[in-house]
């Protein structure tokens, strides 16, 4: 995981703060496997955290979830095989993760695009 050590700093830290708000994998490799995008959203259920994947495709959408360390690990495989970009939205920033073609990471730290968190929606099955 060393690759998107920050990122998954950034994301700990986040959690431990209560500031995060979302995750968001964009900007397919292939367009042609039909995975438009994928949103990470945290959910507390039974004081547990849990960590739901949409996956977002041209006609339907399906969802997963993980506990933080599988959340993490699927974050790094569809990073890897899948998209481009992953933005990590917290109330302190935006980080932006990208990936070039030959696999080279880099960072962008925006301004926070998110001044409260998203309000608690009812976890889909």
Request: no cysteine; proline share 3%; hydrophobic share 40%.
């Amino acid at each position: 995981m060393s690759e998107f050590k920050i990122l998954f700093d950034t994301l700990k830290q986040s959690i431990k703060d209560d500031e995060f708000v979302k995750l968001t994998l964009s900007k397919p490799l292939r367009k042609s496997e039909g995975l438009i995008n994928v949103y990470m959203r945290q959910f507390n259920i039974d004081d547990q955290k849990i960590y739901e994947f949409k996956y977002r495709f041209v006609e339907e959408e399906k969802f997963k979830k993980f506990s933080l360390n599988e959340a993490m690990s699927e974050l790094e495989l569809l990073l890897i095989e899948t998209f481009r970009t992953g933005t990590l939205f917290t109330l302190n920033e935006d980080l932006i993760v990208l990936v070039s073609k030959k696999k080279i990471i880099s960072y962008r730290d925006n301004a926070p695009s998110f001044k409260n968190k998203l309000p608690e929606i009812p976890l889909k099955s």
